[in-house]
């Protein structure tokens, strides 16, 4: 079974500054994708950015970038230039890409806290 | 852009009564999901339905729960008689045939 571990309950960082979360997950499978969700105080859960494990480039989406690493099996997610509105609880998830419509495993998250 | 719409936002019911979430998918979606988080806990499968018919389901969706799709687009959890412990912010999402998932706001279910 695939299993998602993030292992840091809590982060914090400064505004304007660099924060990684920390991402580990076990698959046998060679192909999956992998996702980091943010989830502010409404609990919406808002899609922040994705990788394809066949992809070797790492994925980037304005201040957000991952560092995927397959062969460890980590999946970081860095935030550039951090702003309150990034305070969040974060999951890091997987899944399979074999199945159409295969389910998310979700790791147990990272609750973010900005200091202005 | 399209979006997972989820009713009634907030639901409180009595221990023991049938409660029915609601989520209108994004419609030229195939696959269809309930997800769970029980507060401070992280987020749970809980089924998948694809063709009409569930194509997968997690442990904790026991024969307390049933999904319907009634109409061509509504996606319904139901509980047949709810205990304390399915309080709990209830997801549901939806998938073209690729990889994208989008889930809706939530529906937060309060058991008393």
């Known amino acids: 079974a695939q299993t998602v571990t993030q292992s840091q309950p809590e982060m914090s960082v400064q505004e304007a500054e660099t924060v990684t979360l920390s991402c580990t997950y076990d698959t046998s499978e060679s192909d999956y994708y992998l996702f980091w969700y943010k989830q502010p105080p409404s609990r919406q859960m808002i899609l922040v950015i994705r990788?394809?494990?066949?992809?070797?480039q790492n994925a980037t989406e304005n201040r957000f970038s991952v560092n995927f690493q397959k062969a460890a099996k980590s999946f970081s997610l860095k935030i550039s230039d951090s702003q309150l509105g990034d305070a969040a609880m974060y999951f890091c998830a997987y899944r399979p890409a074999e199945t159409s419509g295969s389910r998310l495993t979700f790791g147990e998250g990272t609750q973010l806290t900005v200091n202005p | 852009e399209p979006e997972v719409t989820q009713t009634p936002s907030h639901q409180v019911t009595q221990m023991g009564q049938e409660v029915i979430l609601r989520c209108v998918p994004i419609s030229n979606h195939l696959y269809f999901y309930w997800y769970r988080q029980i507060l401070g806990q992280k987020v749970e499968f809980l089924v998948s339905?694809?063709?009409?018919?569930?194509?997968?389901k997690s442990e904790i969706f026991d024969d307390q729960f049933s999904v319907e799709r009634p109409d061509g687009s509504n996606f319904t959890l139901k509980i047949r008689s709810t205990k304390l412990e399915d309080s709990a912010m209830y997801f549901c999402a939806s998938s073209g045939q690729y990889y994208g998932y989008t889930f809706g706001s939530g529906t937060r279910l309060t058991v008393v």
């Open positions: 990788q394809e494990a066949y992809k070797q």
């Open positions: 339905f694809y063709n009409n018919e569930i194509s997968e």
